[in-house]
Protein backbone atom coordinates (compact mmCIF):
# COMPACT_ATOMS: atom_id res chain seq x y z
CA UNK A 1 0.00 0.00 0.00
CA UNK A 2 1.63 3.38 -1.32
CA UNK A 3 1.92 6.51 1.64
CA UNK A 4 2.60 10.22 0.63
CA UNK A 5 4.14 10.42 4.24
CA UNK A 6 7.37 9.58 5.41
CA UNK A 7 6.46 5.72 7.04
CA UNK A 8 9.77 5.73 9.08
CA UNK A 9 9.04 8.73 10.51
CA UNK A 10 5.11 7.34 11.75
CA UNK A 11 7.12 4.75 13.06
CA UNK A 12 9.20 6.05 15.02
CA UNK A 13 6.57 8.55 16.32
CA UNK A 14 3.71 5.46 17.37
CA UNK A 15 7.27 3.83 19.11
CA UNK A 16 6.84 6.17 21.82
CA UNK A 17 2.85 6.95 21.56
CA UNK A 18 2.44 3.53 22.44
CA UNK A 19 4.00 3.57 25.74
CA UNK A 20 1.95 7.44 26.68
CA UNK A 21 0.11 6.49 29.83
CA UNK A 22 -3.88 4.69 29.10
CA UNK A 23 -3.66 2.76 25.94
CA UNK A 24 -6.62 4.87 24.48
CA UNK A 25 -4.14 6.95 22.52
CA UNK A 26 -1.15 4.45 22.88
CA UNK A 27 -2.40 2.12 20.60
CA UNK A 28 -4.91 4.28 18.10
CA UNK A 29 -3.93 6.69 16.01
CA UNK A 30 -2.85 4.36 12.68
CA UNK A 31 -3.42 1.09 13.53
CA UNK A 32 -2.38 -0.32 10.27
CA UNK A 33 0.93 0.82 10.17
CA UNK A 34 1.54 -1.02 13.54
CA UNK A 35 0.77 -4.80 12.37
CA UNK A 36 3.19 -7.52 11.31
CA UNK A 37 0.78 -10.78 10.01
CA UNK A 38 1.19 -13.80 11.80
CA UNK A 39 2.58 -16.76 9.48
CA UNK A 40 1.43 -19.73 11.61
CA UNK A 41 -0.97 -21.64 9.91
CA UNK A 42 -2.72 -22.57 12.61
CA UNK A 43 -3.03 -19.57 13.81
CA UNK A 44 -4.01 -18.04 10.69
CA UNK A 45 -6.52 -20.17 10.69
CA UNK A 46 -7.88 -19.36 14.16
CA UNK A 47 -7.86 -15.79 13.44
CA UNK A 48 -10.22 -16.10 10.48
CA UNK A 49 -12.60 -18.62 12.69
CA UNK A 50 -12.32 -15.32 15.07
CA UNK A 51 -13.13 -12.90 13.27
CA UNK A 52 -16.59 -14.62 12.21
CA UNK A 53 -17.38 -15.05 16.38
CA UNK A 54 -17.59 -10.53 15.87
CA UNK A 55 -19.34 -11.03 19.52
CA UNK A 56 -17.40 -11.25 22.78
CA UNK A 57 -16.98 -10.41 26.83
CA UNK A 58 -14.09 -8.68 28.89
CA UNK A 59 -14.63 -8.84 32.40
CA UNK A 60 -12.62 -6.80 35.07
CA UNK A 61 -12.65 -8.32 38.00
CA UNK A 62 -10.47 -8.28 41.62
CA UNK A 63 -10.38 -7.15 44.90
CA UNK A 64 -10.36 -3.29 43.80
CA UNK A 65 -14.11 -4.04 43.04
CA UNK A 66 -14.82 -3.79 46.76
CA UNK A 67 -13.55 0.27 46.69
CA UNK A 68 -15.65 0.42 43.20
CA UNK A 69 -11.95 1.98 41.97
CA UNK A 70 -9.92 2.05 38.64
CA UNK A 71 -8.55 -1.49 38.67
CA UNK A 72 -4.98 -1.44 40.25
CA UNK A 73 -4.38 2.30 38.82
CA UNK A 74 -3.85 3.64 42.28
CA UNK A 75 -1.12 1.80 43.30
CA UNK A 76 1.22 3.76 40.53
CA UNK A 77 2.72 6.53 41.35
CA UNK A 78 2.15 8.65 38.27
CA UNK A 79 0.87 11.89 38.20
CA UNK A 80 -2.44 11.10 36.33
CA UNK A 81 -6.04 11.25 36.67
CA UNK A 82 -6.45 7.64 36.64
CA UNK A 83 -3.94 7.06 39.89
CA UNK A 84 -5.86 9.22 41.61
CA UNK A 85 -5.81 7.82 45.90
CA UNK A 86 -9.74 8.44 47.08
CA UNK A 87 -10.01 5.39 49.24
CA UNK A 88 -8.54 3.99 52.94
CA UNK A 89 -7.86 5.51 55.72
CA UNK A 90 -5.33 7.95 54.33
CA UNK A 91 -5.13 7.95 50.65
CA UNK A 92 -2.25 10.74 50.92
CA UNK A 93 0.34 8.26 52.37
CA UNK A 94 1.48 6.35 49.67
CA UNK A 95 2.36 3.38 51.64
CA UNK A 96 -0.75 3.02 54.36
CA UNK A 97 -2.53 3.73 51.20
CA UNK A 98 -0.51 0.64 49.73
CA UNK A 99 -1.04 -1.56 52.27
CA UNK A 100 -4.29 -0.98 52.77
CA UNK A 101 -4.81 -1.80 49.10
CA UNK A 102 -3.15 -5.02 49.19
CA UNK A 103 -4.94 -5.90 52.62
CA UNK A 104 -8.45 -5.92 50.71
CA UNK A 105 -7.45 -9.56 49.55
CA UNK A 106 -8.28 -10.38 53.30
CA UNK A 107 -12.08 -8.99 52.38
CA UNK A 108 -12.88 -10.04 48.65
CA UNK A 109 -15.83 -12.83 49.43
CA UNK A 110 -18.10 -12.99 46.50
CA UNK A 111 -20.20 -15.18 47.57
CA UNK A 112 -22.82 -14.72 45.33
CA UNK A 113 -20.50 -15.74 42.29
CA UNK A 114 -22.59 -17.83 39.78
CA UNK A 115 -20.73 -17.67 36.40
CA UNK A 116 -23.16 -20.41 34.74
CA UNK A 117 -25.75 -17.35 34.94
CA UNK A 118 -23.68 -14.87 33.73
CA UNK A 119 -22.71 -17.21 30.98
CA UNK A 120 -26.24 -17.90 29.76
CA UNK A 121 -26.74 -14.27 29.97
CA UNK A 122 -23.71 -13.35 27.64
CA UNK A 123 -24.52 -16.08 25.28
CA UNK A 124 -28.55 -15.17 24.84
CA UNK A 125 -27.06 -11.59 23.72
CA UNK A 126 -24.84 -13.05 21.28
CA UNK A 127 -21.70 -12.93 21.96
CA UNK A 128 -19.10 -16.11 21.12
CA UNK A 129 -16.46 -15.91 23.58
CA UNK A 130 -15.37 -14.50 26.82
CA UNK A 131 -11.96 -12.57 28.11
CA UNK A 132 -11.39 -12.77 31.75
CA UNK A 133 -8.85 -11.12 33.83
CA UNK A 134 -6.69 -13.70 35.27
CA UNK A 135 -4.15 -10.98 36.96
CA UNK A 136 -4.38 -7.20 36.47
CA UNK A 137 -1.58 -4.91 37.37
CA UNK A 138 -1.56 -5.17 41.25
CA UNK A 139 -0.43 -8.62 40.81
CA UNK A 140 -3.54 -10.55 42.66
CA UNK A 141 -4.20 -13.78 40.80
CA UNK A 142 -7.90 -14.65 40.46
CA UNK A 143 -6.32 -18.16 39.53
CA UNK A 144 -4.80 -20.63 41.75
CA UNK A 145 -1.48 -20.10 40.88
CA UNK A 146 1.64 -21.83 42.56
CA UNK A 147 3.65 -18.98 42.40
CA UNK A 148 2.24 -16.40 44.76
CA UNK A 149 0.40 -16.32 47.58
CA UNK A 150 -1.21 -12.77 46.50
CA UNK A 151 -4.07 -15.20 44.75
CA UNK A 152 -7.73 -15.59 45.10
CA UNK A 153 -7.38 -19.47 46.58
CA UNK A 154 -4.63 -18.23 49.57
CA UNK A 155 -6.11 -19.06 52.89
CA UNK A 156 -6.24 -15.88 54.29
CA UNK A 157 -8.46 -14.68 51.49
CA UNK A 158 -11.95 -15.21 52.70
CA UNK A 159 -13.78 -17.00 49.28
CA UNK A 160 -10.59 -19.02 49.58
CA UNK A 161 -12.92 -22.05 51.39
CA UNK A 162 -16.00 -21.62 48.42
CA UNK A 163 -16.06 -24.27 46.21
CA UNK A 164 -15.62 -22.18 43.27
CA UNK A 165 -12.80 -20.33 45.17
CA UNK A 166 -10.20 -20.85 41.75
CA UNK A 167 -12.78 -18.46 39.69
CA UNK A 168 -10.68 -18.23 36.46
CA UNK A 169 -11.38 -21.89 36.05
CA UNK A 170 -15.02 -21.67 36.83
CA UNK A 171 -15.54 -18.86 34.53
CA UNK A 172 -13.92 -20.75 31.82
CA UNK A 173 -15.58 -24.01 32.54
CA UNK A 174 -18.94 -22.44 32.76
CA UNK A 175 -18.58 -20.64 29.68
CA UNK A 176 -16.87 -22.94 27.61
CA UNK A 177 -19.78 -25.26 28.29
CA UNK A 178 -21.66 -22.84 26.92
CA UNK A 179 -19.81 -22.86 23.17
CA UNK A 180 -17.81 -20.21 24.31
CA UNK A 181 -14.28 -19.57 23.53
CA UNK A 182 -11.83 -18.98 26.18
CA UNK A 183 -9.51 -15.90 26.63
CA UNK A 184 -6.77 -15.24 29.67
CA UNK A 185 -6.33 -11.60 30.13
CA UNK A 186 -2.29 -11.44 32.01
CA UNK A 187 -1.01 -8.41 32.60
CA UNK A 188 2.78 -8.47 32.62
CA UNK A 189 3.78 -6.10 34.97
CA UNK A 190 3.24 -7.21 38.38
CA UNK A 191 3.24 -4.52 41.10
CA UNK A 192 3.21 -7.06 44.29
CA UNK A 193 6.12 -9.19 43.06
CA UNK A 194 9.19 -8.06 44.48
CA UNK A 195 10.66 -9.25 41.22
CA UNK A 196 9.35 -6.49 39.50
CA UNK A 197 9.03 -3.78 42.73
CA UNK A 198 11.64 -4.69 44.14
CA UNK A 199 10.66 -3.46 48.22
CA UNK A 200 14.68 -2.38 48.73
CA UNK A 201 13.62 0.50 46.46
CA UNK A 202 10.53 2.91 46.57
CA UNK A 203 7.98 2.99 43.39
CA UNK A 204 8.51 5.47 40.99
CA UNK A 205 6.26 4.68 38.25
CA UNK A 206 4.62 2.10 36.16
CA UNK A 207 7.71 0.58 35.02
CA UNK A 208 10.50 -2.15 37.13
CA UNK A 209 11.52 0.10 39.65
CA UNK A 210 15.37 -1.21 39.12
CA UNK A 211 17.60 -1.50 35.97
CA UNK A 212 16.87 -4.95 34.56
CA UNK A 213 20.25 -4.88 32.17
CA UNK A 214 22.28 -3.87 35.23
CA UNK A 215 20.47 -6.71 37.73
CA UNK A 216 20.01 -9.10 34.92
CA UNK A 217 19.33 -12.04 37.61
CA UNK A 218 16.62 -10.06 39.37
CA UNK A 219 15.77 -9.96 36.11
CA UNK A 220 15.49 -13.30 34.70
CA UNK A 221 13.47 -14.45 38.13
CA UNK A 222 10.89 -12.10 36.94
CA UNK A 223 10.71 -13.40 33.64
CA UNK A 224 10.49 -17.09 34.99
CA UNK A 225 7.86 -16.03 37.43
CA UNK A 226 5.95 -14.01 34.61
CA UNK A 227 5.82 -17.33 31.95
CA UNK A 228 5.72 -19.92 34.74
CA UNK A 229 2.22 -17.81 35.74
CA UNK A 230 0.80 -17.78 31.63
CA UNK A 231 2.20 -21.52 31.19
CA UNK A 232 0.32 -22.51 34.43
CA UNK A 233 -2.80 -20.94 33.02
CA UNK A 234 -2.37 -23.00 29.55
CA UNK A 235 -1.86 -26.01 31.40
CA UNK A 236 -4.12 -26.36 34.35
CA UNK A 237 -7.70 -24.76 33.14
CA UNK A 238 -8.15 -26.44 29.83
CA UNK A 239 -8.75 -25.32 26.27
CA UNK A 240 -7.39 -21.60 26.13
CA UNK A 241 -8.20 -20.02 22.73
CA UNK A 242 -6.78 -16.24 23.51
CA UNK A 243 -3.52 -15.41 25.62
CA UNK A 244 -4.82 -11.45 25.96
CA UNK A 245 -1.92 -9.29 27.70
CA UNK A 246 -2.35 -6.11 28.58
CA UNK A 247 1.03 -3.69 30.06
CA UNK A 248 2.49 -3.15 26.44
CA UNK A 249 5.45 -1.15 28.30
CA UNK A 250 6.47 -4.48 29.40
CA UNK A 251 8.47 -5.35 26.21
CA UNK A 252 11.51 -5.52 24.44
CA UNK A 253 12.74 -1.60 23.20
CA UNK A 254 15.49 -0.80 21.18
CA UNK A 255 17.63 1.74 22.74
CA UNK A 256 17.15 4.06 19.56
CA UNK A 257 13.52 4.44 20.53
CA UNK A 258 14.17 4.98 23.81
CA UNK A 259 16.12 7.57 22.60
CA UNK A 260 13.77 8.83 20.31
CA UNK A 261 11.12 8.93 23.02
CA UNK A 262 13.08 10.49 25.45
CA UNK A 263 14.32 13.40 23.32
CA UNK A 264 10.94 13.76 21.90
CA UNK A 265 9.66 14.12 25.89
CA UNK A 266 12.26 16.48 26.95
CA UNK A 267 11.48 18.88 24.10
CA UNK A 268 8.03 18.99 25.05
CA UNK A 269 8.71 19.13 28.63
CA UNK A 270 10.78 22.28 29.17
CA UNK A 271 10.96 22.17 33.04
CA UNK A 272 12.75 18.31 32.20
CA UNK A 273 10.19 16.64 34.14
CA UNK A 274 9.19 13.19 33.20
CA UNK A 275 6.00 11.46 34.46
CA UNK A 276 7.00 7.93 33.76
CA UNK A 277 9.58 6.38 31.86
CA UNK A 278 10.65 4.12 28.96
CA UNK A 279 12.57 1.24 30.19
CA UNK A 280 13.74 -1.92 27.93
CA UNK A 281 11.92 -4.58 29.70
CA UNK A 282 12.80 -7.90 27.58
CA UNK A 283 10.31 -10.13 28.92
CA UNK A 284 11.43 -12.75 26.30
CA UNK A 285 8.05 -12.84 24.42
CA UNK A 286 9.12 -14.99 21.29
CA UNK A 287 10.27 -17.68 23.30
CA UNK A 288 7.43 -17.38 25.81
CA UNK A 289 4.92 -17.93 22.63
CA UNK A 290 6.74 -20.71 21.07
CA UNK A 291 6.42 -22.66 24.60
CA UNK A 292 2.55 -21.15 24.93
CA UNK A 293 1.30 -22.80 21.13
CA UNK A 294 3.40 -26.38 22.25
CA UNK A 295 0.84 -25.94 24.67
CA UNK A 296 -2.47 -24.86 23.02
CA UNK A 297 -1.63 -25.22 19.31
CA UNK A 298 -2.91 -22.36 17.40
CA UNK A 299 -3.23 -19.86 20.13
CA UNK A 300 -4.36 -16.19 19.55
CA UNK A 301 -1.80 -13.83 21.29
CA UNK A 302 -2.29 -10.38 21.83
CA UNK A 303 0.69 -8.46 23.10
CA UNK A 304 -1.24 -5.52 23.30
CA UNK A 305 0.76 -2.22 22.12
CA UNK A 306 3.67 -4.09 21.57
CA UNK A 307 4.82 -4.29 17.42
CA UNK A 308 5.38 -7.17 16.49
CA UNK A 309 4.44 -10.86 15.37
CA UNK A 310 2.93 -11.34 19.14
CA UNK A 311 0.28 -9.27 18.68
CA UNK A 312 -2.28 -11.07 16.68
CA UNK A 313 -4.89 -8.51 16.09
CA UNK A 314 -4.99 -4.73 17.34
CA UNK A 315 -7.20 -3.20 20.34
CA UNK A 316 -8.07 0.10 19.99
CA UNK A 317 -9.69 0.76 23.53
CA UNK A 318 -12.90 1.87 24.18
CA UNK A 319 -12.55 3.61 20.45
CA UNK A 320 -14.30 2.24 16.88
CA UNK A 321 -11.64 3.38 13.82
CA UNK A 322 -12.90 6.00 11.44
CA UNK A 323 -12.77 3.75 8.62
CA UNK A 324 -12.02 -0.58 8.33
CA UNK A 325 -8.27 -1.97 9.07
CA UNK A 326 -6.84 -4.31 7.11
CA UNK A 327 -6.54 -6.62 9.27
CA UNK A 328 -7.87 -8.25 12.30
CA UNK A 329 -8.95 -5.91 15.03
CA UNK A 330 -11.04 -5.69 17.80
CA UNK A 331 -12.60 -2.95 19.89
CA UNK A 332 -12.51 -3.07 23.76
CA UNK A 333 -15.87 -1.14 25.04
CA UNK A 334 -17.01 -0.23 28.39
CA UNK A 335 -20.32 -1.03 28.44
CA UNK A 336 -21.11 0.88 32.44
CA UNK A 337 -19.30 2.97 34.47
CA UNK A 338 -15.83 1.75 33.91
CA UNK A 339 -13.45 -1.28 33.22
CA UNK A 340 -13.92 -2.22 36.86
CA UNK A 341 -16.78 -2.24 38.99
CA UNK A 342 -18.32 0.91 39.47
CA UNK A 343 -21.34 1.69 42.08
CA UNK A 344 -23.94 3.38 40.36
CA UNK A 345 -22.89 2.58 37.37
CA UNK A 346 -25.01 4.22 34.02
CA UNK A 347 -25.00 1.57 31.34
CA UNK A 348 -25.19 2.64 27.34
CA UNK A 349 -28.97 1.58 26.34
CA UNK A 350 -29.80 -0.80 23.94
CA UNK A 351 -29.23 1.42 20.89
CA UNK A 352 -26.49 2.32 21.94
CA UNK A 353 -24.73 -0.95 21.89
CA UNK A 354 -26.12 -2.28 19.28
CA UNK A 355 -24.82 0.66 17.00
CA UNK A 356 -21.61 0.06 18.26
CA UNK A 357 -21.94 -3.75 17.36
CA UNK A 358 -22.91 -2.70 13.87
CA UNK A 359 -20.56 0.33 13.24
CA UNK A 360 -17.38 -1.91 14.20
CA UNK A 361 -18.64 -4.93 12.22
CA UNK A 362 -19.42 -3.47 9.19
CA UNK A 363 -15.68 -1.85 9.72
CA UNK A 364 -14.52 -5.50 9.93
CA UNK A 365 -13.82 -5.46 13.24
CA UNK A 366 -15.38 -7.58 16.82
CA UNK A 367 -16.87 -6.09 19.54
CA UNK A 368 -15.57 -7.35 22.98
CA UNK A 369 -18.15 -5.69 25.53
CA UNK A 370 -16.58 -5.05 29.28
CA UNK A 371 -18.72 -6.14 32.18
CA UNK A 372 -17.39 -5.68 35.83
CA UNK A 373 -18.43 -8.03 38.46
CA UNK A 374 -19.56 -6.62 41.83
CA UNK A 375 -17.29 -7.43 45.28
CA UNK A 376 -20.55 -9.91 46.00
CA UNK A 377 -20.25 -11.44 42.30
CA UNK A 378 -22.97 -10.11 40.97
CA UNK A 379 -23.80 -8.31 37.74
CA UNK A 380 -25.75 -5.51 38.14
CA UNK A 381 -29.50 -5.73 36.85
CA UNK A 382 -29.25 -2.89 33.94
CA UNK A 383 -26.40 -5.35 32.68
CA UNK A 384 -28.61 -7.96 32.53
CA UNK A 385 -31.42 -5.92 30.92
CA UNK A 386 -28.69 -4.69 28.14
CA UNK A 387 -27.65 -7.84 27.11
CA UNK A 388 -31.33 -8.93 27.11
CA UNK A 389 -31.89 -6.18 24.73
CA UNK A 390 -28.87 -6.72 22.27
CA UNK A 391 -30.10 -10.25 22.39
CA UNK A 392 -33.25 -9.47 21.34
CA UNK A 393 -32.14 -8.10 18.39
CA UNK A 394 -29.35 -10.83 17.98
CA UNK A 395 -32.15 -13.40 17.28
CA UNK A 396 -33.87 -11.67 14.32
CA UNK A 397 -31.02 -10.28 12.72
CA UNK A 398 -27.65 -12.25 14.15
CA UNK A 399 -27.14 -13.22 10.38
CA UNK A 400 -26.09 -9.49 9.75
CA UNK A 401 -23.27 -9.51 12.35
CA UNK A 402 -21.63 -13.32 12.34
CA UNK A 403 -19.20 -14.71 9.55
CA UNK A 404 -19.47 -10.99 7.80
CA UNK A 405 -16.64 -9.21 6.30
CA UNK A 406 -16.30 -5.63 5.59
CA UNK A 407 -17.48 -3.95 1.95
CA UNK A 408 -17.20 -0.77 1.10
CA UNK A 409 -18.67 1.65 0.89
CA UNK A 410 -19.27 -0.28 4.54
CA UNK A 411 -21.29 2.98 5.90
CA UNK A 412 -23.45 5.45 3.86
CA UNK A 413 -25.86 7.84 5.77
CA UNK A 414 -27.23 5.75 8.33
CA UNK A 415 -27.23 2.58 6.84
CA UNK A 416 -23.64 0.35 7.66
CA UNK A 417 -23.30 -2.76 5.53
CA UNK A 418 -22.15 -6.02 5.89
CA UNK A 419 -21.30 -9.23 3.30
CA UNK A 420 -20.77 -12.75 3.20
CA UNK A 421 -18.57 -14.94 0.52
CA UNK A 422 -22.61 -16.79 -0.71
CA UNK A 423 -22.89 -13.39 -2.19
CA UNK A 424 -25.20 -11.95 0.22
CA UNK A 425 -25.31 -8.50 0.90
CA UNK A 426 -26.86 -6.70 4.64
CA UNK A 427 -27.97 -2.87 4.62
CA UNK A 428 -28.02 -2.28 8.41
CA UNK A 429 -30.56 0.83 8.99
CA UNK A 430 -29.96 2.30 12.29
CA UNK A 431 -32.78 3.83 13.55
CA UNK A 432 -32.55 6.99 16.13
CA UNK A 433 -33.88 7.43 19.50
CA UNK A 434 -37.60 9.46 18.51
CA UNK A 435 -37.25 9.90 14.63
CA UNK A 436 -40.48 10.31 13.58
CA UNK A 437 -40.10 8.66 9.70
CA UNK A 438 -38.44 6.88 7.58
CA UNK A 439 -37.39 7.62 3.48
CA UNK A 440 -39.47 5.65 1.12
CA UNK A 441 -36.66 4.60 -0.71
CA UNK A 442 -33.16 3.72 0.09
CA UNK A 443 -30.67 4.25 -2.99
CA UNK A 444 -27.36 2.44 -2.47
CA UNK A 445 -25.28 3.83 -4.79
CA UNK A 446 -22.62 2.04 -6.77
CA UNK A 447 -23.86 -1.40 -6.26
CA UNK A 448 -25.17 -2.98 -9.71
CA UNK A 449 -26.07 -6.16 -9.11
CA UNK A 450 -25.56 -8.75 -11.77
CA UNK A 451 -28.55 -10.30 -11.60
CA UNK A 452 -31.54 -9.93 -10.54
CA UNK A 453 -31.53 -9.20 -6.66
CA UNK A 454 -33.94 -10.10 -4.02
CA UNK A 455 -34.48 -7.92 -0.92
CA UNK A 456 -36.47 -8.50 2.22
CA UNK A 457 -36.05 -7.59 5.60
CA UNK A 458 -35.19 -9.80 8.26
CA UNK A 459 -37.75 -10.57 10.88
CA UNK A 460 -40.66 -9.92 8.34
CA UNK A 461 -41.83 -11.61 5.02
CA UNK A 462 -42.77 -8.79 2.92
CA UNK A 463 -40.36 -8.55 -0.19
CA UNK A 464 -39.06 -4.95 -1.29
CA UNK A 465 -39.37 -3.70 -4.48
CA UNK A 466 -35.90 -3.30 -5.88
CA UNK A 467 -34.69 -1.09 -9.21
CA UNK A 468 -31.15 -1.43 -10.78
CA UNK A 469 -29.33 1.34 -12.97
CA UNK A 470 -26.14 2.64 -13.38
CA UNK A 471 -26.21 4.64 -10.70
CA UNK A 472 -26.79 1.88 -8.37
CA UNK A 473 -29.68 0.17 -6.67
CA UNK A 474 -32.97 1.32 -5.38
CA UNK A 475 -34.61 -0.13 -2.43
CA UNK A 476 -38.54 0.55 -1.90
CA UNK A 477 -39.93 1.10 1.84
CA UNK A 478 -43.61 0.06 1.98
CA UNK A 479 -45.68 2.94 4.00
CA UNK A 480 -47.38 0.24 6.33
CA UNK A 481 -44.05 -1.38 7.70
CA UNK A 482 -42.28 2.08 8.77
CA UNK A 483 -43.92 1.97 11.73
CA UNK A 484 -42.94 -1.41 12.85
CA UNK A 485 -39.15 -0.44 11.58
CA UNK A 486 -39.11 2.72 13.42
CA UNK A 487 -39.82 0.98 16.61
CA UNK A 488 -36.80 -1.45 15.94
CA UNK A 489 -33.08 -0.29 17.20
CA UNK A 490 -31.99 -1.08 13.75
CA UNK A 491 -33.80 -3.06 11.08
CA UNK A 492 -31.66 -5.35 8.80
CA UNK A 493 -32.09 -5.35 4.39
CA UNK A 494 -31.04 -8.41 2.78
CA UNK A 495 -29.79 -8.15 -1.00
CA UNK A 496 -29.60 -11.69 -2.26
Same mark, same amino acid.
Given at each position: MKRSFNLSFFISLITFLILIPQSSFSQAIYEEERYVPETDPLVLKKLEQWQDLKFGLLMHWGTYSQWGIVESWSLCPEEYGWCERTKGSNPMDYYTYKKEYEGLKKTFNPTKFNPDKWANAAKNAGMKYVVFTTKH??????????????????????? @?????ANITKEIFNSFRSQGFWAGAY? @???????PSYW??????????VNYEP?????KWQEFVDFTHNQILELLTDYGKVDILWLDGG???????S @? +???WYDQQLKDNKNGYLKHRIINQDIKMDALVKKARIKQPGLIVVDRAVHGINQNYLTPENRIPEKPLPYPWESCIIAGGSWSYSFNAKYMSGREAIHTLVDIVAKGGNLLLNIAPSPEGEWDKDAYKLLEEIGGWMDVNNEAIYGTRSMAPYK??? +?? +??????GSIYLIYLTEKDQNDLPSEIKFSGYVPQKNVRARILGFNTKL???? @???GLTIKIPDDLKPKLLDTNAFVIKLK
Open positions: HDGFSMFDSKYTDYKVTDSETPF @STHPKF @SKPDWHEDPYYPPRDRNEANPEWVAKTPK @S +ITSFDN +IC +ITSKPDKCTS @SKG
